[in-house]
């Protein structure tokens, strides 16, 4: 069975204090890991890919990373307007209508 | 684009009522599904369908029916609503074969007393 265990449950930072979010996978073969960013009381909003081991992809202060075990999603100089939920989620190979999420990480960003 | 549409976005039901969740896309997408969103658990797949007239069971099926006559819409039936079904319901739609880039609708929430 699949599974996504994110890690800590919820961060409060600094303006500016870096970080890094965790997300731990097992999966029989990892079609693909991907990260979201939920707002309180909307719809999660797509963030990024990672298809292979060593794979980065970056946006803004947003860096993902993936190796063959777990994700980093590292947050650098955050702002408060950085402060969400991130949600990571895994497909499978060969699940090609699913995909099984974490259960998040709410980060509290402070002026 | 309106993308992805939701209604209700609140409801309270009583323990034993039927009612529908709608969800609408426009952005003719093949793959569309519903989860629920509780706290604690992270999103879970309740139903999905890869296109019209094709649907198929997620996760957390049980006290669900969908169906899916049009590109467009894909509604969620709770046919005897239950306490254990409060929830937040989110529909979603992508392209099949890109799941990662689901568009998520705002949200449906359920409180069944």
């Known amino acids: 069975e699949d599974q996504v265990t994110q890690s800590p449950e919820a961060l409060r930072l600094q303006e500016g204090e870096s970080s890094s979010l965790n997300c731990s996978y097992t999966?029989?073969?990892?079609?693909?890991l991907f990260w979201y960013r939920q707002d309180p009381g909307k719809g999660p909003e797509f963030l990024f890919t990672?298809?292979?081991a060593g794979e980065e992809k970056e946006k803004e202060r947003l860096k993902a990373t993936l190796t063959k075990k777990e994700s980093f999603l590292h947050i650098t100089a955050p702002k408060p307007e950085d402060s969400a939920t991130y949600l990571c989620?895994?497909?499978?190979?060969?699940?090609?209508?699913?995909?099984?999420f974490g259960k998040g990480i709410t980060l509290s960003v402070r002026p | 684009n309106a993308g992805v549409t939701q209604t209700p976005k609140f409801q309270v039901l009583k323990t034993g009522q039927s009612m529908t969740l709608q969800c609408a896309q426009d952005?003719?997408?093949?793959?569309m599904s519903w989860y629920r969103q509780d706290p604690g658990m992270g999103l879970r797949l309740i139903h999905y369908?890869?296109?019209?007239?094709?649907?198929d069971q997620g996760e957390v099926p049980n006290g669900y029916n969908v169906s899916r006559s049009t590109t467009e819409d894909f509604p969620l039936r709770l046919l005897s609503a239950a306490p254990s079904q409060t929830s937040v319901y989110f529909c979603?739609?992508?392209?099949?074969?890109?799941?990662?880039?689901?568009?998520f609708g705002p949200g449906t929430r359920l409180t069944v007393l």
């Open positions: 999966v029989s073969g990892l079609r693909g």
């Open positions: 979603a739609s992508s392209y099949f074969g890109r799941l990662n880039e689901q568009f």
């Open positions: 952005m003719n997408h093949e793959y």
């Open positions: 990672l298809y292979s």
């Open positions: 989620a895994v497909q499978a190979t060969g699940a090609n209508s699913k995909l099984t």
């Open positions: 369908s890869v296109g019209a007239g094709i649907t």
